[in-house]
C-alpha cells in the first residue's frame, strides 16, 4: 500500500464519489485542547476550564486518584487517563482492565427519565427497536434517529417499571430532543435530567468485587439486566452493561451517598471556601462605598463584580431588590437586574456569591438609602437579625434542624414570617438540610445530625404577612468543634448608605 492507495482503491476516488452526499461539517467539531506547547505557562492558546462546563459529583475523587488527562462529554469533564505515563500510562490501565477489575467515573452518562402513562408508547416512537421487546429488569442498546436516519444518539436503555425508563446517554444533548419531541403533549409522560451519576465496575473480576458489594444475587443478573440492591445505606440500581467487552457493571444513583460525602468540608477545602468569601465580602464593602440615589440595578451588579474580579473572583449570583421604605411593593429579590433606579428613602437588599475556582461565599444584607430605616424595616431586620443570632447559637456537632426551627421563633413571636429556607447546607451545592420556620415549615423537618466542619448558609429572610416587605441578612458558616462560627467578614446590620 502507498500514500494514494489503501486496499487497492484510490484515495481521490473515495473522496470523490459521485454517489456519496456531501457532508458538512461545523469547525467546531473539530478536537480540541491547548495550542503549542503545553503547560499553565507555556506560549499558546489554553483550553479553558470553563463554569459552562461541569466537573460531576466524582471529580474531586477522580482528581484524588491521580486523573491527570480530561474530555468532556455531555457537558461534563470526563477523566480519561489516571496511570502517569512513567509508570505504565494507558497500557497499564489497559493491563488492569483485562487481567483485573476497574473502576471508572462515568457521570457523564446523563440519565433521561421517561416516566408516564404513554411511556412504552413514547419510547417505542423515538428508537428503532420495540419498546415491549425491553421487560421490566432489562436493558437495551438502542439508536435514536433523527427524520433523515442520522444517528442522535445511542444510549442504552433501562426499564425500572412498566411506565418508567431511563436513557442513558451517550454524548449529545438527547434530553432536549426528547422534550421537543413531545412539546406539544401528544403522549402522556414526563421527560427530565434526572439526578443520578453512574459509576462501572469492569474487568474479568468485577464479578467477584460486585459479590462482596452486593452479594450473591449479582450472579444471577444477565447480560443487560438490572438489580436493585443497597451499596454504603444507598439504594442503588446495577446494569450489566458498560463500556468495555470485559464483564462489567454500572452501578447508577449514587448520589445520595456522594451528598453524605460533599456535606462534610476538608480543612483544605474550607480555605479555599474562605477565599470565595472574601471575594464576596469586597462586594458587600463596594456597595456600602459606591451605592448611592440615581444608580439602578444594573450599576449595582457593576459595582460587585468589579470588585472582586480583579482578584481573580467570578460571579455565581448578585439579586437585588430595590423599594421605598415609605411605600414597599417587594419582599424578595429579583434574580434579574433591571433599570430599576435606586432613590432616597429606597431599602436595597442583596444576596452575593463569588467564586474562586468553584469556591464561593454567600452572604446577604440590607441597605437603607440616604435615610434612616423607617420604623418597618428596623422591626424587620431586628427580628432577622435576632433569628440569625439564634441559629448561630444553637449550631455545634449533634445539633439537628429541629433545634434551628425552634431558635427561628423570634420571627412569629415579632409578628412576622419568612419567604425562603431559612437554611441550607452549602459548598459545591445546595444541600440539605433545608430547613423552614415556624410559619413557612419545610415538612417533614429533616432527618439530620450535624457534624464539624459542616458548612451551611443562614438566611432568615423576614417579611410582612401581606408579602409587600422584606429584608435579607445572614452568610456562610461553618460547625466547629463547641458550635459554629461565619467564615464572612462583610458588615453586619442594617446598613445605611449615603445621606
Known sequence: MNDDTMGGLKLADMFENSRLKKRHIPIQLRQSGDNGNEGLLAEGSRLLVDTLLHKGPYWHLSQAAGAWCYSVYNHVYHPRAYIKPED???????????????????????????KGPDAE??????????????KVGKCRYVIICNTYGGIL????????????????????????????????????VEINEIDVSPVQIQGPKSTDLMRDLVGSGIDDVP?????WAEVGGCKVVISRTGFSAEAGFEIVDLNRQYVGLRLVKSDEELDWFRIGAALSDLAIDALLENMRSGLDEHDLGDICEHAYGPWGGRTVIHFFGVTSMAAPDLEVPAQFTSRRKVAPGDVVFTEI???????????????????????????????????????????????????????SGVIEDAGFTTCDDLTHGYGGGYFPPITGSRSRP??????????????????????????????QTGECVVITDDGCESIHAAPAGLLRVGG
Open 353 to 407: 456569591s463569588a467564586a474562586f475556582w468553584e469556591h464561593s461565599g454567600q452572604v446577604l444584607r440590607t441597605f437603607a438609602i440616604e435615610a434612616e430605616p423607617s420604623p418597618l424595616y428596623a422591626d424587620l431586620h431586628a427580628a432577622a437579625f435576632a433569628a440569625y443570632q439564634a441559629i448561630k447559637g444553637v449550631l455545634r456537632p449533634g445539633a439537628v434542624p429541629e433545634d434551628i426551627v425552634a431558635a
Open 88 to 114: 505504565g500510562g494507558l497500557m497499564k490501565e489497559y493491563e488492569y482492565l483485562t487481567e483485573h477489575v476497574t473502576m471508572w467515573n462515568v457521570a457523564v452518562e446523563r440519565q433521561i427519565q421517561v
Open 153 to 188: 444518539n445511542d444510549p442504552v436503555l433501562l426499564r425500572l417499571r412498566e411506565d418508567e425508563f431511563w436513557f442513558s446517554l451517550a454524548n449529545t444533548d438527547v434530553g432536549l430532543y426528547l422534550q421537543g419531541v413531545n412539546a406539544f403533549g401528544r403522549y402522556d
Open 442 to 471: 419545610n415538612e417533614p423537618v429533616p432527618d439530620f445530625t450535624f457534624q464539624k466542619n459542616h458548612m451551611l448558609v443562614i438566611q432568615p429572610n423576614v417579611i410582612t404577612l401581606d408579602r409587600k416587605a422584606g429584608v
Open 121 to 134: 408508547a413514547f419510547v417505542d416512537m423515538v428508537i428503532t427497536r420495540r419498546a415491549d421487546k425491553c
Open 223 to 227: 447480560y443487560y439486566g438490572l438489580m
